[in-house]
């Protein structure tokens, strides 16, 4: 088993999301989808806005890298016009979905919406328009978002991250084994294959 | 053509300056080393050390990484008692042989010595045992690393550095094209490969 860390404003969590269960079937390995908030993280770090807005020379190199990653992977891709998004509610949605079958279909509606749309994803009609037809309530899901166990539940899932070292999305955790990077996701998938085995 | 651009205490360029020959000649790309400091880049985005020294819980992942990423590529590694060592001497040497054939091996064994063999690079002698044995005059190639032409050299290849956007160790130039980290080495050479065709 592999979980899968991600935060709405990545711009590198996007490509991962949008491949990541595909590769994992190929392997046997199932994925838990785990939405986290980097803001808490980054402060305690003493930063106060992306790494990337904060230095401008490794930003103009990431929305290239960007880029070049999408072409290669064969995926659309937009530059935002505006970046970080707020991904609070997003997370909150999809901590709510965490353990249903909506969620990858869920997630991967939201980084469309950003990184291919360039729509705002801190809107909730937007958000909205990503849940899955299949959803029985789609309204129930966005009040589940804004409950006390769901916000409760996605700050502590954030203290996990930070418990297991967490410090950049995407990241992947087998047990206590940390991966940092889409880079890493295939030697992630090859120790949860192993450990499953 | 690609331009490996490599820094000494750079703990991800070891791996790479140990297998980028190989992977070059494998598609006929010729590769130019490029020796040059990060200190005075990180000093610009306001870093008086390195960003894994001053993040710890990215350090700490790195190490791990490195570990990692030395098993599956199956390089010797060790995890130096001191990081980052001064790699300004090794540096110069470095420039003063970029463009010899004695380059790739004396890079390598000055990586060897401070990532599996835990020596200080900094030291004259160490450096002078990592001299390739062809060399015809090792003494002279160490007065050539301390002429005002070697020091300016790299000073102002440090600078072209900058100019291409370079932010951290490895990065691949290919014309005007960046890559960052030794993941990005496939992307480069395939473009390089292209370039040349």
Same mark, same amino acid.
């Given at each position: 088993?592999?979980?899968?860390?991600?935060?709405?404003?990545?711009?590198?969590?996007?490509?991962?999301?949008?491949?990541?269960?595909?590769?994992?079937?190929?392997?046997?390995?199932?994925?838990?989808?785990?939405?986290?908030?980097?803001?808490?993280?980054?402060? *305690?770090?003493? +930063?106060? %806005?992306?790494? /990337?807005?904060?230095? =401008?020379?490794?930003?103009?190199?990431?929305?290239?890298? @960007? !880029?070049?990653?999408?072409?290669?992977?064969?995926?659309?891709?937009?530059?935002?016009?505006?970046?970080?998004?707020?991904?609070?509610?997003?997370?909150?949605?999809?901590?709510?979905?965490?353990?249903?079958?909506?969620?990858?279909?869920?997630?991967?509606?939201?980084?469309?919406?950003?990184?291919?749309?360039?729509? *705002?994803?801190? +809107?909730? %009609?937007?958000? /909205?328009?990503?849940? =899955?037809?299949?959803?029985?309530?789609?309204?129930?899901? @966005? !009040?589940?978002?804004?409950?006390?166990?769901?916000?409760?539940?996605?700050?502590?899932?954030?203290?996990?991250?930070?418990?297991?070292?967490?410090?950049?999305?995407?990241?992947?955790?087998?047990?206590?084994?940390?991966?940092?990077?889409?880079?890493?996701?295939?030697?992630?998938?090859?120790?949860?294959?192993?450990?499953?085995?």
């Amino acid at each position: 088993m592999l979980e899968f860390w991600f935060e709405f404003a990545s711009t590198y969590s996007y490509p991962v999301a949008m491949t990541v269960g595909e590769q994992a079937e190929a392997l046997g390995v199932e994925i838990r989808w785990r939405p986290f908030l980097l803001g808490p993280i980054f402060a *305690d770090h003493g +930063m106060n %806005d992306s790494p /990337f807005n904060l230095n =401008p020379t490794k930003g103009a190199y990431m929305w290239r890298d @960007l !880029e070049r990653l999408c072409e290669d992977e064969q995926l659309r891709w937009r530059k935002p016009s505006a970046f970080p998004r707020n991904g609070l509610l997003a997370a909150r949605v999809a901590y709510a979905l965490q353990e249903s079958e909506a969620i990858e279909s869920f997630v991967q509606a939201v980084y469309v919406a950003n990184f291919v749309d360039d729509l *705002d994803i801190s +809107m909730p %009609d937007v958000l /909205f328009d990503c849940l =899955p037809p299949e959803l029985e309530d789609p309204e129930l899901a @966005l !009040e589940d978002a804004m409950s006390d166990a769901t916000k409760n539940g996605l700050r502590v899932q954030t203290e996990r991250a930070k418990t297991l070292g967490l410090f950049g999305a995407p990241s992947f955790t087998v047990g206590e084994e940390l991966f940092w990077g889409g880079d890493r996701l295939k030697q992630a998938l090859t120790l949860a294959a192993e450990s499953a085995g």
